[in-house]
């Protein structure tokens, strides 16, 4: 059941339409963790030239989705409280890494963190999902 499940998300994520907006890519997969990464481009840029914030929060966002998600029950965001630690330049390569901390009953606990290809800390974050008893839709 693991690799239908590992393979759909793979799948969910090659094909939205947000993923591909920002050109993220999921290249690790396992219950309860996940590394999702992503080029920095100039339209990504803040009015100082710097990453977006949005943009880094997307990249963790859907680290966060896809291993909250990577257990075969829907998994939806309670909260997410991020700690911007340095800038991304521009061409950079940023990893965002996801990792379940505490998985108790509905409520699941994941420490996520952004690095740079250098492994620069760009930022950090703390998240909590609420795990539905529904399996994911799209495992039919």
């Known amino acids: 059941m693991e690799n239908k499940i590992f393979n759909s998300v793979f799948e969910r994520v090659r094909n939205e339409s947000y993923a591909k907006k920002l050109g993220m890519e999921l290249v690790e997969l396992d219950?309860?963790?996940?590394?999702?990464?992503?080029?920095?481009?100039?339209?990504?840029?803040n009015i100082f030239g710097m990453a977006h914030g949005?943009?880094?929060?997307?990249?963790?966002?859907?680290?966060?989705?896809?291993?909250?998600?990577?257990?075969?029950?829907?998994?939806?965001?309670?909260?997410?409280?991020?700690?911007?630690?340095?800038?991304?330049?521009?061409?950079?390569?940023?990893?965002?890494?996801?990792k379940e901390v505490s998985l108790s009953g509905r409520i699941g606990t994941y420490a996520i963190s952004v690095e740079n290809e250098r492994g620069d800390l760009i930022a950090i974050c703390q998240a909590l999902v609420y795990r539905k008893k529904d399996k994911l839709p799209f495992l039919d």
Do not use: C, Q, R, W
Not at 64 to 74: D, L, P, W
């Open 54 to 98: 949005g943009a880094i929060f997307s990249l963790m966002d859907e680290a966060f989705e896809t291993a909250a998600n990577s257990h075969g029950t829907v998994s939806v965001a309670l909260s997410m409280n991020v700690t911007y630690i340095k800038p991304a330049s521009a061409g950079d390569v940023l990893y965002a890494e996801a």
């Open 31 to 45: 219950e309860g963790y996940s590394k999702v990464k992503m080029t920095f481009k100039e339209d990504m840029e």
